[in-house]
């Protein structure tokens, strides 16, 4: 197959797909609509597939039916952001926007499958499939998580994997790789700082809780200038301050909650002792009590596997050319629930470039990013010959 003029002849269809998502978003943990409209075209494409997945509004599609499976992972979900791109196919839901691209990406697994199912004999010939995971709530909760809990990693056991996301800071055309580490783990805090509330006349009757909640603050960012080496990143963000009645009366308790992001696990869990043993003493030095609480919910780091990540480099040399191929020059502490997958199997995660020379730049998230639809046909065919490239290695 000829993916590349294949990808051309299905793109009108695709870029039609993707500004209907565009038109119509769902934020995290509601993407039931859109979740219908790609059982529709599964349907439509003549793809099985299984439908609310684990409870949530994730579908699992699979190609083939040997032994040896691929995976390949989009995100569904929108964010609560008012658009102002003025495009024709802007978002028809107030205050949803799909800022992030996962429009692009569904729609480019969509076409992959359709192109994919194409050549479905060629598949089974190698004993291979290739699994399709539209997940939800990336953004929030992370849907990739009880996807995997429920088993679509097994029968047939899923090999390898990846994924890719839209990225403004680079041509339409291009992609970009990024060996081993690639986003950050992050762990999620409260901190209780509890004190004796009294009258702000007579503050030597109590424990001021904001004053000892404020020491704890500064002393946790000397967690990654003076605990840590300057070439081990760990960032400790508080995002929440709350204390006090009134404005005459000394607090007796303070909330902070925030986060904590480190590139390797055991960089985290060294931390995470040493924030506890900070807030215990900052408490027991001001006569109070403080402690924290961890969050269960946390995304591990997104670690991409370097043989994958060559296979996919070595695809993209051959399918766009070397140089179309960007390296991020280090990794982001930004966080993204595939991480889950790649903890579970060897994978990789890989941005898809998606600007256009002379047109203003907007970042993720922002209310004026509009990626260029050109970029589709890239993702589409990154994907196409991922899998069969992966397939052919683990089926041997």
């Not at 995976?71 to 800022?99: F, K, W």
């Not at 192109?115 to 060629?122: D, F, P, S, V, Y």
């Not at 990336?138 to 990846?162: D, H, K, Y």
Request: aromatic share 8%; charged share 20%; hydrophobic share 40%.
């Amino acid at each position: 197959m000829d993916i590349l003029k294949e990808t051309e002849k299905i793109y009108p269809e695709i870029v039609a797909i993707r500004r209907h998502f565009h038109m119509h978003p769902e934020l995290s943990e509601c993407e039931t609509e859109t979740a219908a409209f790609v059982a529709a075209k599964l349907e439509e494409y003549g793809i099985p597939y299984t439908a609310h997945v684990a409870g949530v509004n994730g579908i699992v599609a699979q190609i083939g039916h040997g032994s040896h499976a691929v995976g390949i992972r989009a995100d569904m979900d929108a964010l609560p952001v008012t658009e102002a791109t003025g495009l024709e196919y802007c978002s028809q839901n107030p205050g949803v926007m799909h800022a992030c691209g996962h429009d692009m990406h569904t729609a480019m697994l969509l076409g992959a499958g359709k192109l994919l199912k194409g050549i479905e004999a060629e598949i089974d010939a190698m004993d291979g499939a290739v699994k399709l995971f539209f997940q939800p709530a990336e953004e929030t909760i992370g849907g990739a998580e009880p996807m995997i809990q429920a088993g679509f990693l097994e029968n047939p056991q899923v090999e390898r994997v990846f994924s890719l996301h839209v990225d403004p800071n680079y041509p339409v055309g291009s992609i970009v790789l990024k060996y081993g580490p690639m986003n950050a783990q992050t762990q999620g805090f409260t901190i209780h700082a509890e004190g004796v509330s009294c009258h702000g006349a007579h503050p030597e009757g109590g424990v001021d809780a904001i004053v000892m909640a404020s020491e704890i603050v500064l002393a946790l960012q000397t967690i990654s200038s003076r605990y840590n080496a300057p070439t081990t990143p760990v960032i400790v963000t508080v995002g929440t301050f709350n204390s006090g009645t009134a404005s005459n009366i000394v607090s007796g308790e303070s909330i902070l909650t925030g986060t904590m992001r480190a590139l390797r696990s055991e960089v985290m869990e060294r931390n995470m002792k040493l924030v506890e043993t900070l807030v215990d003493g900052i408490g027991k030095a001001y006569g109070g009590h403080a402690w924290v609480e961890w969050a269960d919910d946390f995304y591990p780091a997104l670690i991409n596997d370097d043989k994958v990540t060559a296979t996919v480099e070595q695809v993209a040399a051959e399918l766009l050319g070397k140089d179309k191929i960007n390296f991020m020059p280090e990794p982001s502490l930004g966080a993204d629930d595939f991480a889950f997958f790649t903890r579970a199997v060897p994978g990789t995660y890989f941005n898809v470039g998606t600007a256009v020379e002379g047109q203003p730049f907007y970042s993720l998230h922002n209310e004026h990013y509009a990626p260029a639809e050109e970029a589709l046909k890239v993702g589409m065919a990154m994907e196409v010959a991922s899998a069969l490239r992966l397939l052919s290695e683990i089926c041997g």
